[in-house]
């Protein structure tokens, strides 16, 4: 009897096993197929010596930029949504963009850092979404993706592209030039990320860094 539960038991772990194997292949195809694409595109591009031109700085500044709208959502971002927004506007100067800023009910600090920001600043948008804080950045976006098709319902100038970013980030004064300049061919442009180390907190910036490295990132 006790054999038999041995082999019962050893014929379920098997079986087990072998859909866990499944699942896993499953899982990994779609990675499989993207490095599968990468190498006909290496094989392609070696034997025919074409590469792709990549835009330089000095072709970054003729490219002219669509209207984009950048969503930021905030929670708790008292501290760094200020400078955060103050260095975008002055970097994305002249470029036709709006910064569209998820904000709490319940989150007042940051709702008057943003506000005072926006006084007079046509280029802020301050959000204020109904369902208190926090939630997700996925709810937040919604949130503000639905203040983005209200204003162009109501006669604003249509967004070619939504720009993320957290309200930690540095904008970059040539981004919009690149999404610009990539953005009739791909739907979707990912820029790398530098993070910015600071010397006096080791413990903090350092932890931040190293996830960016394992991230495959672009370190200073």
Known sequence: MGGIVIVGIDLV????????AIGFLIGGVDDLLVDFLYGIRAVR?????????????????????PPMA?????WDEAGVIGPMLATALERL???????????????RA????????????PRIRLVVGEREGPTTKADCL????????SDEAAGAERAQAIVLHDAEDVIDRDELRVYAAYLPRFDVVQLPVMPLVDRRSRMVSGHYADEFCEMNCTLP
């Open 13 to 20: 772990a098997r079986e087990a096993m072998l859909f866990a």
């Open 45 to 65: 591009h070696r034997l025919t010596g074409w590469r792709e031109a990549s835009p330089s700085l000095e072709t970054l500044g003729k490219i002219s930029v």
């Open 70 to 74: 950048i969503f930021v959502p905030a």
């Open 93 to 107: 100067h002249g470029q036709p963009c709006r910064l569209y800023v998820g904000v709490y009910p319940n989150d």
């Open 110 to 121: 940051t709702i008057d850092e943003v506000a005072r920001l926006a006084l007079g600043e």
């Open 142 to 149: 919604n949130v503000l993706w639905r203040a983005l098709l």
